[in-house]
Nanobody, 132 residues
């Protein structure tokens, strides 16, 4: 069982920036961020393979955030995850969830399918509100 705790949410104006943090109780093969806007389904935002270098790349982003969001980790023990969000838009508003994957094939599967797949463990979420 993996416990995940997010922090860093808040309110910002359009064009602004926020950084989300997530602390995991243990290291997972992949960690990522999802978000859910009011009245919409939860969607994957970004995923990171946490076990060092990987042929084919370590990160995967949803098209809607490419070039604006950056996912990264604390390299010491791989249990601290960040999401740097820049050029925020009102449509980025939602509850952001930290997530973790238990399968070593997590990134291979995501890249093969071309989408961020559901995770195995979830945090409680942190609210991000972007006003126009």
């Amino acid at each position: 069982q993996v416990q995940l705790v997010e922090s860093g949410g808040g309110s910002v104006q359009s064009g602004g920036s926020l950084r989300l943090s997530c602390v995991a109780s243990v290291r997972s093969w992949c960690m990522g961020w999802f978000r859910q806007a009011p009245g919409k389904e939860r969607e994957g935002v970004a995923t990171l393979y946490t076990h060092g270098r990987r042929t084919g790349g370590r990160t995967y982003y949803a098209d809607s955030v490419k070039g604006r969001f950056t996912i990264s980790q604390d390299n010491i023990d791989g249990t601290l995850l960040y999401l740097q969000m820049s050029s925020l838009r009102p449509q980025d508003t939602g509850v952001y969830y930290c997530a973790a994957y238990s399968s070593p094939d997590c990134m291979t599967t995501i890249q093969r399918l071309g989408k961020i797949t559901p995770a195995n463990y979830w945090g409680q979420g942190t609210q991000v509100t972007v006003s126009s």
